[in-house]
């Protein structure tokens, strides 16, 4: 299967693109509402995404067929997990309950309910290990939940502004979060909940990702890759494309691809 990448719109719509051709593959228009979150099953087969309108659907990558929906009836959805597992969907809202839900991939049954302390779940992301989650509002709070107990959650203090992204590294020892309206991006020591380091600065982060070397985090036509977790170093590489609010990065021969262009960045070493 060739190397995909998806993106949601406010139009309502889903798009899927060739990552190496830089074509758009197909539009998936089920949804009535705005499209806030995608993301890839492992298997990169299905596709998940979430909407304004509610709705949490499947998508069936290699044709472009809904699969299933399930009906959130908390409020709209703006943030979207899958376990690295699989195995489970974690969807943030808007909602006057702080709702965080946890469901079942293949039946859609709620697994766990979590109530997190702001009326909009900004960012959600589970860690590598699928036994933890985290998520962020609109107050600056941090949270980061037990899954197998549902306990109340460990709050992470000192981020002062609302969490937009949330990225856990790929050992699951440390977590990001950003704000996209001042540039703040703090790391945080995932076992004893203190503050790593943060940096502040400009253009302002709009989403992080985490690849094999590096957390990554995206800044509208600007990549950042993270090389140094003492010191926040961010090396840049400049991007042709559109600023982007949900995107991942595909990784060919040790390089990164470049959306819409294609073309490889220089490379990262290992760790």
């Known amino acids: 299967m060739a190397k995909r990448w998806s993106s949601g719109s406010e139009d309502k719509t889903i798009k899927l693109w060739n990552a190496q051709t830089e074509q758009e593959i197909r539009t998936l228009t089920r949804h009535s509402e705005a499209v806030w979150s995608v993301v890839f099953a492992p298997d990169g087969k299905t596709l998940i995404s979430g909407s304004f309108d509610t709705n949490i659907k499947l998508w069936n990558v290699a044709g472009g067929q809904e699969i299933k929906s399930f009906a959130e009836p908390s409020g709209m959805i703006i943030s979207l997990a899958l376990s690295p597992d699989g195995k489970t969907i974690a969807s943030g809202v808007q909602s006057s309950d702080h709702t965080i839900r ?3 991939t293949e039946t859609g049954q709620e697994i766990l309910t979590l109530r997190g302390r702001s009326s909009q779940i900004l960012s959600v992301a589970f860690s590598p290990d699928s036994r933890r989650l985290a998520s962020g509002g609109g107050f600056g709070r941090v949270n980061l939940w037990n899954i197998e107990t ?5 709050t992470l ?15 699951g020892k440390t977590l990001a979060s950003n704000n996209q309206n001042v ?34 985090n995206i800044n509208g036509r600007k ?29 060919r ?3 990164f691809i470049r959306p819409k262009d294609a073309s490889t960045l220089p490379k990262t070493r290992r760790d």
Not at 150 to 154: A, H, I, N, V, W
Not at 158 to 168: A, I, N, P
Not at 191 to 211: D, F, M, T
């Open 253 to 255: 021969n040790g390089s």
């Open 102 to 104: 946890l469901r079942d």
């Open 223 to 251: 990549i950042q890759v993270l090389q140094d977790e003492a010191q926040i170093k961010l090396s840049d590489f400049e991007t042709k494309s559109e600023s982007a609010r949900s995107l991942r990065l595909t990784i």
């Open 183 to 216: 540039a703040f991006l703090t790391l945080w020591d995932v076992a004893s909940g203190q503050e790593i380091k943060h940096k502040r600065g400009a253009p302002p982060p709009w989403v992080l990702g985490a690849n094999p070397f590096n957390i990554v």
């Open 157 to 171: 203090k000192g981020f002062h502004f609302r969490v937009d992204s949330l990225k856990f590294s790929l050992d």
């Open 150 to 154: 549902g306990q109340s959650p460990k």
